[in-house]
C-alpha cells in the first residue's frame, strides 16, 4: 500500500468518524422544553394557563379566562402563587395584568427547584389548582 493510499483511507475514516459523532450530538443533545400548557375549570370559570419556561427560576404564566359558554372573562382579579407541597414551598402570589381578550400575564412567578409544583390560581373569588412539572 502507497503512503498516499494509506492517507487518503486515514482521511476518509476521520471524516467518517466526525460525522457519525456530529448526528450523535444533534440527535442526543438535551433540547429546551417547550412551554407547559395546562387546564383547570371551575363552576364559573374555565382558564388555560401557559406557563413559558418551566425550569427552575423565574417565570411568566399567561392565562386565558372563559366562562362556561366560552366567552372571553375580563375585568377578573387573576393571581398565580406556586406552591411545592412536598418540599414545603411556596412562593409569593403574583397578580396578572389583563393582556385583552380574557387574556392575563402574571411575569415573575417563581419557580424555586425542579420537581412537581401546583400553581394555585384564583379567578376572583375562584381558586383552581394546576400541576406542573419543573425539570432542568
Known amino acids: 500500500m502507497t503512503p498516499t493510499r494509506s492517507r487518503r483511507g486515514l ?4 471524516g467518517v468518524t466526525v460525522a457519525v459523532v456530529a448526528v450523535l450530538v444533534a ?6 422544553a417547550g412551554p407547559a400548557v395546562l387546564h383547570a375549570a371551575s363552576a364559573r ?3 388555560t394557563a401557559t406557563v413559558r419556561n418551566p ?6 404564566v399567561d392565562i386565558d379566562v372563559t ?7 375580563s375585568g377578573a382579579a387573576v ?5 411545592m407541597p412536598q418540599m414545603g414551598h411556596a412562593g409569593p402570589p403574583v397578580a396578572a395584568v389583563p393582556t385583552g381578550g380574557g ?14 409544583w401546583q400553581l394555585l390560581l384564583s379567578v376572583g373569588a375562584d ?4 400541576s406542573v412539572p419543573v425539570s432542568n
Do not use: C, E, F, N
Open 45 to 47: 370559570y374555565a382558564v
Open 127 to 130: 381558586h383552581l389548582t394546576l
Open 67 to 73: 366562562d362556561p359558554a366560552g366567552r372571553p372573562v
Open 103 to 116: 387574556g392575563y400575564r402574571a411575569d415573575g412567578v417563581p419557580l424555586m427547584m425542579a420537581g412537581s
Open 55 to 60: 425550569k427552575p427560576g423565574s417565570t411568566s
Open 11 to 14: 482521511a476518509v475514516a476521520i
Open 79 to 83: 393571581r398565580v402563587q406556586p406552591v
Open 27 to 32: 440527535v442526543l443533545w438535551p433540547s429546551p
